[in-house]
């Protein structure tokens, strides 16, 4: 029995202890694995840890490359500013620019000076210290209408003027008016009146910039063509303009044409007097009127239009004349014994009448075609009696383009023998003022007629070339 109980104890034993072994050995299997979890979880946290550094040094380099980038934005924004800075103020310490020598007066037109340097002028850049004269002579411009009667000038234009809002703008030059000529309709401005704007611009020459001249339009042409010679050496715009509808009726061209007109009376390398109209800028001794009605009512024929006020107010630089250092002369005399017909079929019957004036010292005949006339002996010993007395006697043609060439035809010739003198491709406004010019200048005859068909200033040609080269006036 007791060794029964022995062997019983024994096996209690054995399996305790076993059973205790096989405990311990997965309690401890249990907590490797739980120790190697929890080692597994660190590295892993380790990793992550790792990793989001790595992100966030991968994020500054990302943010410093965004900050250097909008520095150097930064710098060249400035370095920008500051050449813009400077250029404005070269520009406007820049008094005077060195151009190609201007020609002598009377030089062929096919020397006349090499045109200027390239320049711009953008919009809200204009110096504050620009400054144009505006003379007020009359026209449609300043007319106002008054029900059931017709138009007439307005005793309050300057003030209509000075109470236009754009005028006040800090973009447009200092402007100051002249009314020294009562306000008339074109019809009656002539030799006169032509000297008192050419003396107005005299007085203030030196105080101005430019000078803009507020016309009717159906002499216009005419006070274009004789201010061109009655102002020489001239460095400055002289602008003429007007407009078709008053500046205060419906649908008024007079407002563009003045804004125009003043902006391109700014620019100092238009040395010349110009016609500004409708979005055209024209020389002036090369303008004709070419309608009553269209807006558009001038336009030269013969020799390119200078320049354009669209978008941008371009000038072609190479149809310009160059600048003249000269100090400014105004002329102080015309002659007034000077006429003007216009040739028709049987003229010869009333030649001897039209040429019978006492006091007549210059014709201008509108001839056919290339300077054709009547070569009846009537006509031609008309001419030739009063050629001898020292009426002198100047062919234009009537047909707006082409060149009066008196050696093309037989006819012509015989006026070359009666003592005629061709002019090329001139408008009948311009021969009439430079007739009425020289004829006051000088008293040589046979040199009056060796200058008429010659260049002076820009108002004939003779194989002048030209280029479509072009600089920016107004932006």
Known sequence: MSLKKLLLGLGFATTTGFLSYVYFKENNRETKRKEEEENENENENENENENEKEKEKKRERIREREREKKKKKKKNRQKKRQKTKK?????????????????????????????????????GEIPFDKKVYIIYTGGTIGMIKKKGKPLTPDPDFFKTLQSLPFLKSRYVPSLNYDNTIEPVDSTNIGLKEWLIIANSIKEVYNEYDGFVILHGTDTLAFTASALSF?????SKPVVVTGSQIPLGGCRSDGLNNLISSVLVATYSKIPEVVVVFNNKILRGN?????????????????????????????????????DNKKP???????EKEVIVIKLFPSIENVIERIYSHPNLCGVIIECYGAGNAP????????????????IITVIVSQCVTGNVDLSTYKTGNDLVKAGCVGVFDMTTETAFTKLMFLLAKYDDIDFIKKLMPISLRGECSDNLETSSEVFVVYN
Do not use: W
Request: a positive charge; hydrophobic letters at 30%.
């Open 286 to 322: 090369r303008t004709t009127k070419r309608s009553s009605e269209d807006i558009d009512a001038f336009v030269s024929f013969q020799y390119p239009q200078i320049g354009t006020c669209g978008i941008k107010v371009a000038v072609n630089k190479s149809l310009v004349l160059g």
């Open 328 to 334: 400014l002369v105004v002329h102080q005399e015309m």
């Open 375 to 390: 070569t009846s002996e009537k006509f031609l010993s008309t001419i030739k009696k009063a050629s001898k007395r020292g």
């Open 230 to 234: 009655l102002l020489e050496n001239l």
């Open 87 to 123: 250029k404005a103020k070269k520009e406007k310490k820049r008094k005077t620019i060195k151009f190609s020598k201007t020609t002598e007066m009377y030089e062929s037109p096919n020397r006349l000076p090499k045109s200027h340097s390239t320049g711009i002028l953008s919009q």
